[in-house]
């Protein structure tokens, strides 16, 4: 029965979230990035992309980009410059108007911040998808980093105010 692998996987993610949160200052904290929008995935070892809505797009509502942050024991720029070079981070819509690509803001010892580029984009029903480059899954690029043991990746929504 699924419930018995559900269980573990649910307790891994939070002890995982929790070890993100701690230790980054406020305006780079997921834990603030959360409270103000809720819009958030996390990059699974066998997956090699993940979709998530975000919500209350900026100028209707608060976010106005995304942000990606490891757990407490690999907050370091160039582990985030490790990962930024294997991702393609795209903003698509439900919509003609298709995808395109975000690039970084940001990139520091707490977190890539990737806003949205709001002169070529409806802000409606947005989706950001983040997949890796070559089609590996995301665990294969986290072995060839140079990371601590155990590395969680969330990414969330990101307000005007954090980005």
């Not at 690999?74 to 995808?99: D, I, M, P």
């Not at 395109?100 to 998808?129: K, M």
């Amino acid at each position: 029965m699924m419930t018995g692998n559900i269980k573990p996987s649910l307790q891994c993610a939070i002890a995982a979230l929790t070890g993100i949160m701690c230790g980054l200052p406020a305006s780079a904290n997921p834990a603030d990035w959360l409270a103000s929008s809720g819009d958030f995935a996390t990059l699974h070892r066998d997956a090699s992309e993940v979709t998530f809505f975000v919500n209350n797009i900026y100028p209707m509502g608060g976010n106005c980009g995304v942000g990606i942050a490891f757990n407490r024991t690999n907050r370091h720029e160039r582990y985030y410059r490790e990962l930024q070079a294997h991702l393609k981070v795209e903003s698509t819509y439900l919509n003609s108007n298709g995808a395109y690509e975000l690039q970084p803001s940001s990139i520091s010892r707490h977190s890539i911040l990737y806003p949205f580029n709001y002169a070529s984009s409806q802000h409606r029903d947005t989706h950001v998808t983040i997949s890796t480059k070559d089609g590996s899954t995301f665990g294969e690029v986290f072995k060839t980093m140079s990371v601590y043991y155990d590395i969680h990746v969330l990414v969330s929504a990101v307000s005007c105010e954090q980005l």
